[in-house]
């Protein structure tokens, strides 16, 4: 599946699918341990993320990052602050 390209700010979980964003924030609220390992799986300010799934009723996504893909629930991606890229 290809990435669309556009512009806008949002939270992970509210991404459409398909659109190419870029990471620019992530948040601390499920504390530190989470924080240090979405930072090990690659997923770090700065870096391009596409969300590929949505689960039926939108508990789990599936992203692609780095050429691979990961598959996180919906509390994960609340935290997960980005942006269109145009």
Do not use: P
């Not at 508990?59 to 919906?74: A, M, P």
């Amino acid at each position: 599946m290809k990435c669309k390209m556009v512009d806008e700010y949002l939270s992970l979980k509210q991404a459409r699918l398909g659109e190419k964003f870029k990471v620019v924030k992530i948040h601390n609220d499920l504390g530190i341990n989470m924080y240090r390992r979405l930072g090990d799986l690659g997923i770090v300010e700065g870096v391009d993320i596409c969300v590929l799934k949505k689960s039926f009723l939108g508990k789990t996504l599936l992203v692609s990052l780095n050429g691979y893909t990961l598959s996180f629930r919906d509390n994960i991606a609340k935290i997960i602050e980005i942006k269109k890229v145009s």
